[in-house]
C-alpha cells in the first residue's frame, strides 16, 4: 500500500506562470516532508522540506505547504523557469525515527513552456 | 567535494545472470541508503547503512539481493541470480549524520535491465 502518493503524473506550465504540485499521504506519523527534483539521467537533488510543526516553508522562488489534517502537501513554483522542467518527487519520513528512511511518491513530471 | 558516484551507470544482463553495483558515498558520510525506482514508478528503499553496518534492511525485496559496506566506505549491491522483474534505476544516496538535517545526497543511478 502507498502511503506517499502525487496523483498527477504530469503537468504543463507557461513560463513565468505559477506551477503547482500536489501530495497526498495515508501516514499520520509522518513529521517531516521533502521535495527532490530529478533530471532525466541524474539523481534526485534536494530542493526543499518542512516539518510537520509548520505548515509552510518558503526558499526563493519554492514554498512548500503542509495541510495535516487533510495530509496533504503542495510544491509552488513562482515564477516557473524552463529550466525547472523534471520530475518532481515528494517524500515524507519520521524525522523521530531518525534514520533518514523516506517513502517516495511516483513523481510528477512538470513541463515549462518558454 | 565529489558527489555520490555509482558504478555502472547502465547495465544489462539475462535473467539467471549475476550482478554487482557499486557506489562510492561522498567522504565522510557515515550514512548510506541503497534504492531502487521500476519502471518510472516510486522510489522505494532497499537498505541502510550507518558506516559497515546493517541499519535497516526492509526494503530489500529478497535473498537474491545482497549488499555489503566493508571498511564503511563504499557499497556494493549483488543480485544472483537476476530476474526480470529486477530491472530498473538503483541510487544510492549518503549523508553525513542521522536524521533529515541534513538531506540526502543522490548518485546518478545504475539503469539495470534484465533481458
Known amino acids: 500500500d502507498q502511503q506517499v502518493k502525487q496523483n498527477s503524473p504530469s503537468l504543463s506550465v507557461q513560463e513565468g506562470r505559477i506551477s503547482i504540485l500536489n501530495c497526498d499521504y495515508t501516514n499520520s506519523m509522518f513529521d517531516y516532508f521533502l521535495w527532490y527534483k530529478k533530471y532525466p539521467a541524474e539523481g534526485p537533488t534536494f530542493l526543499i522540506s518542512i516539518s510537520s510543526i509548520k505548515d509552510k516553508n518558503e526558499d526563493g522562488r519554492f514554498t512548500v505547504f503542509l495541510n495535516k489534517s487533510a495530509k496533504h502537501l503542495s510544491l509552488h513554483i513562482v515564477p516557473s523557469q524552463p529550466g525547472d522542467s523534471a520530475v518532481y518527487f515528494c517524500?515524507?519520513?519520521?524525522?523521530?525515527?531518525?534514520?533518514?528512511?523516506?517513502?517516495f511518491g511516483q513523481g510528477t513530471t512538470l513541463q515549462v513552456k518558454p | 567535494e565529489a558527489g555520490v558516484t555509482q558504478f555502472p551507470s547502465h547495465s544489462v544482463i539475462e535473467k539467471g545472470q549475476t550482478v554487482t553495483l557499486r557506489c562510492d558515498p561522498i567522504s565522510g558520510h557515515d550514512n548510506l541508503y541503497w534504492y531502487r525506482r521500476v519502471m518510472g514508478k516510486e522510489i522505494k528503499f532497499l537498505l541502510h547503512?550507518?558506516?559497515?553496518?546493517?541499519?535497516?534492511e526492509s526494503g530489500m525485496p529478497n535473498n537474491r539481493f545482497l549488499a555489503e559496506r566493508t571498511g564503511g566506505t563504499y557499497s556494493t549491491l549483488k543480485v544472483q541470480p537476476a530476474e526480470l522483474e529486477d530491472s530498473g534505476v538503483y541510487f544510492c544516496?549518503?549523508?553525513?549524520?542521522?536524521?533529515?538535517?541534513?538531506?540526502?545526497?543522490f548518485g546518478n543511478g545504475t539503469r539495470l535491465t534484465v533481458t
Open positions: 517524500a515524507a519520513t519520521l524525522f523521530s525515527g531518525n534514520t533518514g528512511k523516506l517513502i
Open positions: 544516496a549518503s549523508s553525513q549524520v542521522t536524521g533529515m538535517i541534513s538531506p540526502l545526497h
Open positions: 547503512f550507518v558506516k559497515e553496518s546493517k541499519q535497516d
